[in-house]
Structures are given as C-alpha cells and as structure tokens.
C-alpha cells in the first residue's frame, strides 16, 4: 500500500530555518505530483506548496520566497526548505500525492503522511 512518511519537523527560533522530508512508498513516484499543507490548531488545513511529476512548482502566497519544493524521484521523496520562519508558520505539516499535477485543495488528493510538527518560538 502507499505510504508516505514525513520527517524533520522541530522547535526552531523565529528567523530560523528546517527542512521537511517526505518519503513514499507503494507508488510509482515519477508519476505523482506532491504537496506540502499545513494545520494550526483550530484551523483548516491549507495547502503550502506543490511540485508536479514535471517538477515545476507553485506556492501559497504566505510562503512564496521563503520556502522552497523539490522533488529527488531517485530516492522517492519530496522535500519542504523551508527559511526566514515566523510564528504563524507553527503548524503541523503533511504531504500528500496524487497523480501527475498538483493542485491546492486538500480534498484533490489520494494520500496523505501522518504528519510533521513545526513549531517556531519568537
């Protein structure tokens, strides 16, 4: 079955900087587009960032210039750059797959990991 398994989530400082991993399993990878999306306590579930099989990616506005979406197809996994953190980046992030293009509504997509919590101190 797919997995996918997230990592790299932690407590940082304000202005601080993390990278999120997401590993995936049980698909073929190439032919997925990921997504990283986030969920503050008491808040819905937004997206961050998407990266399509072809690897062109796209942002939410709120992130765009700070973070940045890869995709290494050789070892299945997605990765989150994520710098200059604030506090309203605090959330627990998740990424998810579906095929070929990303988009960004959560409810767009097949799979999704278990979660990574961020946590950024001012």
């Known amino acids: 079955q797919v997995q996918l398994v997230e990592s790299g989530g932690e407590l940082v400082q304000a202005g601080g900087s993390l990278r999120l991993s997401c590993a995936a399993s049980g698909l073929t990878f190439s032919n997925y587009a990921m997504a990283w999306f986030r969920q503050a306590p008491g808040k819905e579930r937004d997206f961050v960032a998407g990266i399509h099989w072809s690897a062109s990616t796209f942002y939410a506005e709120s992130v765009t210039g700070r973070f940045t979406i890869s995709r290494e197809n050789a070892k299945n996994t997605v990765y989150l750059q994520m710098n200059s953190l604030k506090p309203d980046d605090t959330a627990v992030y998740y990424c998810?797959?579906?095929?070929?293009?990303?988009?960004?509504?959560?409810?767009?997509?097949?799979?999704w990991g278990q979660g990574t919590q961020v946590t950024v101190s001012s």
């Open positions: 998810a797959a579906r095929r070929l293009i990303a988009m960004g509504v959560a409810g767009e997509y097949d799979y």
